[in-house]
């Protein structure tokens, strides 16, 4: 379901004229706001149209000097809610499509706006793609500050809207105002609904905005509330922005595994479940104890879920974040010798099934996302060259391909091969002989030791 604004909610709903002019609407921004909807809906069929689009420009260009805060936002909202906008539209119509969009948000901003109209301006902006549009630059600036000036009495709904807007339109000039508002948001959390704080959160990772404060308090409130209403998207998109942050604070792994465990690993889509399974390792190469042994139950089930269920649905950077994953994990664990690593007979098959996807087409993929898959592959001896050897070699015989990989990415491909045909080699049927020592016989089982034979002696060796 669609966000809607607060006034377009009251709208539609009975009293509407009584609740709007408690709200110090007048009768010409509600008779305004009527129009717009009326406009919104005047086409019989139930999906919205270039035409439907067209009429609501009609009857903007008719109010133009009328709009207030109110009716400018519900415009530029009802704006965003017709899929593509200006596709059908004529080159006319789309140069005055992006003329009123630009109108409409200076009128948002120069009239008494609220902070929910704010939001409402700034989603649907960025809904329409509004930051690549010259026209509207200066728009966004002045909406830019207004946000900033009324910081301090957005809810978590808005600042959540804000912030995912500005990271989608201009993440690299937008740091400023996203560190503001989580400033602002961090001695308010608690007030805030879980995936409004998931939000904000993601959009602070996604502009590479640090802010040890709101993660640590980020990551209390989590603990509070045990993630009982987290759904997979939040918990994905929770765990990838702290895995990219790398804040001090700890993210309550065991929690948010639980969690999983309790929606079940099949109600994530590829998206969800790739990024959970690469923040999770991420996460888990940094961390101890309990956190180490949360990223091994998260891994251990989502391979199981892979291995079940198929992957036939994985896009490539989808199947390439899977795989690395688990080999990553794996590899780490024996290195470091750790005791959480995954079970054989639940991590191979896993790979093997995102391998054999992999190799119905691999021309979808990015050379650094074969050059891992095939790693994560080899690494685990899971890289079957008789499925992906000719579609392999098809791949790397294209000279525009073979240019696209760096040096790293080519020294990984080719350490990989190299594991895979010394594998092949010493392990060919071939190659494998009968021993020729004669077999011992079964020994007899001893009795156990004495207390008093286990004592060592004065020089160290057991006493006889």
């Not at 207004?146 to 000039?173: C, E, H, K």
Request: proline content about 5%; charged content about 20%.
């Amino acid at each position: 379901m669609s966000r809607i604004s607060k006034h377009l909610t009251l709208a539609c709903e009975a009293g509407a004229v009584y609740r709007l002019l408690n709200q110090g609407v007048s009768k010409l921004e509600l008779q305004i706001q009527k129009e717009l909807l009326g406009a919104a809906s005047g086409t019989s069929s139930s999906t919205p149209d270039p035409k439907t689009t067209a009429q609501i420009l009609q009857a903007v260009r008719a109010r133009k000097d009328q709009l207030g805060a109110v009716n400018a936002s519900t415009a530029l909202h009802l704006l965003a809610q017709n899929p593509g906008p200006t596709t059908g539209l004529s080159s006319t119509e789309a140069g005055l499509h992006k003329e009123v969009c630009s109108e409409l948000l200076v009128s948002t901003v120069s009239g008494n706006a609220q902070p929910r109209d704010l939001a409402i301006a700034a989603w649907a902006a960025a809904k329409m793609n509004l930051g690549d549009v010259a026209c509207t630059e200066s728009a966004l600036d002045a909406l830019k500050t207004a946000i900033m000036a009324s910081r301090s009495r957005l809810d978590g709904q808005d600042m959540a809207n804000i912030g995912w807007a500005f990271v989608s339109m201009q993440p690299q000039v937008s740091m400023e105002l996203l560190a503001a508002l989580a400033d602002e948001a961090t001695n308010r959390l608690h007030q805030f609904e879980s995936k409004h704080m998931v939000v904000l959160t993601w959009a602070l990772a996604k502009a590479k905005v640090h802010s040890e404060d709101f993660c640590w308090s980020a990551v209390s409130e989590t603990q509070k509330s045990r993630a009982s209403k987290w759904m997979p998207q939040d918990i994905s998109n929770f765990l990838w922005a702290f895995a990219v942050l790398r804040c001090e604070a700890q993210v309550p792994l065991e929690i948010l595994a639980a969690r999983a465990a309790e929606l079940h690993w099949k109600q994530f889509r590829p998206q969800e479940l790739s990024i959970s399974m690469w923040a999770a390792y991420t996460l888990g190469v940094q961390g101890r104890g309990p956190a180490v042994r949360a990223v091994k139950r998260m891994l251990q089930h989502a391979a199981r879920e892979i291995r079940n269920g198929g992957a036939q649905d994985f896009e490539p950077r989808h199947i390439m974040n899977a795989a690395w994953s688990l080999a990553r994990w794996q590899r780490h664990c024996r290195l470091f010798g750790w005791p959480q690593e995954l079970k054989p007979y639940v991590c191979r098959p896993a790979l093997r099934v995102l391998l054999n996807v992999a190799a119905a087409d691999l021309s979808k993929f990015a050379a650094r996302e074969l050059s891992r898959l095939m790693w994560a592959g080899a690494s685990q001896s899971c890289l079957r060259l008789r499925e992906l050897g000719p579609p392999l070699l098809q791949y790397v015989e294209s000279t525009a391909q073979l240019a696209k990989f760096d040096v790293d990415d080519l020294v990984s491909l080719v350490t990989s091969l190299a594991w895979m045909l010394e594998r092949l080699v010493w392990e060919a049927p071939s190659r494998r002989t009968k021993s020729k020592v004669p077999q011992q016989l079964s020994r007899v089982p001893r009795a156990p030791m004495s207390d008093t034979a286990r004592r060592p002696g004065k020089s160290g060796t057991a006493s006889r």
